[in-house]
């Protein structure tokens, strides 16, 4: 049974950083792509980043970058999201996917493999 489960979500002041992870069970994860999407209430799930498989390339949506980092341990199964300098508008939930493609997440959201159920990260000002 597959399961990708996130934790370290919270609130935190703007400014502030949080470290998000999200442990993989049941694939075998050191062959797949692992990436952050996230919703705000009321919009569409928007790309936040991808990995590849072999931790070699990576990408970001422009709003993050240089301030947030993606990366992975394939010994542990667990693929993290480093967020420094947040903002409000990084208020979300924020939720893991894996597929065995890093390429194009932000239009294959709705065909990528794996899904979790996304751990709630608020932004104060």
């Known amino acids: 049974q597959v399961q990708l489960v996130e934790s370290g979500g919270g609130l935190v002041q703007a400014g502030g950083s949080l470290r998000l992870s999200c442990a993989a069970s049941?694939?075998?994860?050191?062959?797949?792509?692992m990436g952050w999407f996230r919703q705000a209430p009321g919009k569409e799930r928007e790309f936040v980043a991808v990995?590849?498989?072999?931790?070699?390339?990576?990408y970001y949506t422009d709003s993050v970058k240089g301030r947030f980092t993606i990366s992975r341990d394939n010994a542990k199964n667990t693929v993290y999201l480093q967020m420094n300098s947040l903002k409000p508008e990084d208020t979300a939930v924020y939720s893991c996917a894996a597929d065995p493609y890093a390429g194009s997440w932000a239009s294959r959201k709705n065909g990528l493999d794996y899904w979790g159920r996304g751990t709630p990260v608020t932004v104060s000002s």
């Open positions: 049941g694939f075998t994860f050191s062959r797949y792509a």
């Open positions: 990995l590849s498989w072999n931790g070699i390339n990576t």
